[in-house]
C-alpha cells in the first residue's frame, strides 16, 4: 500500500469518528474526498477547507418528546467550470459511448477505467472542445433529469450557464441524504462527478408542524453572515439561539500540481461542536388537547381568532398555550399573515373577568366580605354615565355580584377601593406590564388612569383597559395559587448531548398580591359563578368543582366607537372564561379567548341569542379541562350544586355583555 492511499483511509477513519457526524456527512466527504482519483489533474487552489457542519440542539417537552431537530439534507449543483472542462467532458463521453457497448459489462473495473481514459483521449482529438463541451451538457442533461423529477428541458433551462457572479448552478435546494448519495454514486458510475457539487445542510424539522408555532418560532439563515449561518428567528428558536446553536468544525486538505486534493499531505481536523438541547414546560399531551378543542370551537362558533392558555398556577409554567391563526412550522406558509400569537401580543378589553380587581382588592384591604350586601340597581355617582346591568337587581351579595356579573356591584365595590388602591391593584395583579414570558413581541397592554370618573367606572368592570390573555391567566394564577404573582415559564432545563443537564429554569415569584385567606375567598367565590345561578353554568365539569370568571365586551371599532349595532355596524364582540379546577386546590389555570364568535343559527321562530363568555368560552373551557384532568390523572372532589333558578340562570349571561 503506497503512502498517498494508507493516509486517505487515515483520514477517512478520523472523519467517521468525529462526533456527531450524519451520515451523510460521512458518505459526501468519503465521495469527494478519498474517491478523489477521478477528479481532473488540475490545480485551482493550495487548499480547501471542508465544513463539518454542527447539530443544532434538539427541543423536547416537558416529558421529552421530541419537539424539533435537525435532519441532514444536500443542495445540488452543477460546477460551471467543471461543465466547460475539456478533459472531464470528454471522459464523461467516453463513459457514455463505451457503456453502451457489450464490453462494458465483461471488463473489471480497472479495465473500465483505461478504456475510458483512452477513448477520451481520442475523442479530444475527434472533435473540437467546443462540440465536447455541448454534447457533454446534453448528456448531463439526459442522465440526471429523470432522477431529479424534471423534465429535460425544465433541467437545460434551470442549468444556463451564462448567469454571470454564480460558480454554481443550483439544480436541486433540498435534498434527503439517500437521494444525494443516489445522485453521487449516479455522477461517478458516468464519470460526471466532478462537475456535480453536493453541498450538505441542516434542515430544521418539527414533529408536530401545526402545533405551538408561536412559541417555537422558526429558523433562517443570516444574509447579512458571509457564511449564512442559520439563526433562531422568532420563539424560542430565537430566544435561545445562543443555547441551541452549535458551532461548525472543519478538515484542511492541501492541493499540489496533479491533485486537487493531495491527502498524502492531510491537514487539521476540527470537530463541530453540536448546540444544546432545550426541555420546554409544555406537555404535548395538554398542547394536543388545547389545539383541538380550540379549532374546534373557532369551527362552531365561525371564529377565525382565538387562544386557550393552560398555566400551572403554582410554578408558572405554561403547560399548554394554543393561538389561532396560525402556521404550519415545517412550510412557514402565510407566515406574515398568521405569525400574530394571540395569546401574548394580541389585547382585548377583558369585560367581567377582570371584576376580580376591585373584589379581591377590596377584600384584601378588609373593607367587604363574600356576604356583603350592596344595592345593585342602576346608578349613578356625581358626573358618571348611568352604570346599568341587563335587568335591575336589588341588594345582592359580593358572591352574587360576582355569579350574576353585575356591573352595578363590581363598580361600587371599586369605589369602596378607591381609585389609588385599584389601580395599585391592577398593577399589582400584572395589568399594564408584560408578564416577561420568553417570547419576542409581547404586549403590555393598555392602562391609564385618566383622572376621569366615567373612565373609572368602566375600567372596574373591564371596559377602557387593555390585556393580554395571558395576563389574564397570571391574574387568576395568583388567586389559585394563594395570592403570588408568578413569572410564567416556558423553559424547565437546557441538557448537553449526553444528558448532563447544564441549567434548570426555577420558578420565578413576582409579588405577593393578595393575601393567602383573601385567595381563598375568591375561590369561593368564583366557585358561584359556575353555580347553576352564574353565568359560567357550562364551565361545570362532572366530578369536579371548577372557580372562574366569564367576560363579554363588544368589540372596539377601528375608526372609533364600538361594534354595537349602532350606525350601521352589527354587534361584534370577544368572549371569554378564565378558569381554575378544582376550585379548592386549583392544578391547573385555564384561559380561553375567542374574537369575533357567531352563534349557530336558532331554531325557526326562536331568536338568535348574541354570544357570550358563558355560552361560548364556557363550554369550551369544560372540555379542555375534563380532558386534563383525565391527564393529569386528577382525582374526583365532586361539588353540590344549589338548587337551580331557571328564570335568572337564563338572563344571567346577558349581564356580561
Known sequence: MNSAVFYRRCIFLCLVFVAGLSALSVRLIYLHVVKADEVAKQSIKSSKSV??????????????????????????????????????????????????????????QDERNRKVEARAAQLKNELYADDIITQN??????????PLGMTTAELRQRMKLDREGQDYVVIKPDLSEDDAENLLQLARDYSISPSVVLEEWQKRWYKMPNMAAAIMGYVGEDENDPERIVKGRAGIENKMNDELSGKNGQIITHKNKYRPLDLAKPGKVTPPRHGLNVQLTLDMGMQRVVEEELDAGLKEFSATKGTIILMNPKSGAIMAMASRPTYNLNTRENITK???????????????????????????????????????????NGSVKLVKDYKTFGDLSVQQILAKSSNVGSYKIALELGTDLFFNYLRAFGFGAKTNILMAGESAGVVSNTGNPTDFSRISYGYHV?????????????????GLLMEPQLLKSVTANDGTKTHTFKQKKVRRVIKAETALKMREALATVVDVKGTARLAKVEGFSVAGKTGTTIKIHPKGGYYDGQNGRDKRYTVSFAGMMSAENPEFVCVVVIDDPKMPDAEEGTPTANPGGGSVAAPIFSKVASRIANLMGMKPSPQKMPTPENDEAQLAEKSDQ
Not at 451538457?137 to 429523470?146: D, L, N, S
Not at 401574548?344 to 376591585?358: D, L, N, V
Request: hydrophobic residues 40%.
Open 466 to 482: 387593555s390585556v393580554t390573555p395571558l395576563q389574564v391567566a397570571c391574574a387568576y394564577s395568583a388567586i389559585a395559587n394563594g
Open 338 to 380: 398568521n405569525g400574530l400569537d394571540y395569546a401574548t401580543q394580541a389585547i382585548y378589553e377583558p369585560g367581567s373577568t377582570f371584576k376580580i380587581i376591585s373584589t379581591a382588592g377590596a377584600m384584601d384591604q378588609g373593607l367587604i366580605e363574600p356576604d356583603t350586601v350592596f344595592d345593585c340597581r342602576p346608578y349613578r
Open 51 to 108: 465544513v463539518l457542519l454542527a447539530n443544532r440542539g434538539c427541543i423536547v417537552d416537558c416529558n421529552n418528546q421530541l419537539i424539533a431537530r435537525n435532519i441532514p439534507r444536500a443542495r445540488m449543483a452543477f460546477d460551471k467550470l467543471m461543465l466547460r472542462n475539456t478533459g472531464i467532458a470528454a471522459l464523461s463521453l467516453a463513459n457514455k459511448e463505451l457503456r453502451e457497448t457489450p464490453e462494458w459489462y465483461l471488463w473489471d
Open 137 to 146: 451538457i446534453e448528456h448531463v442533461i439526459y442522465t440526471f433529469a429523470r
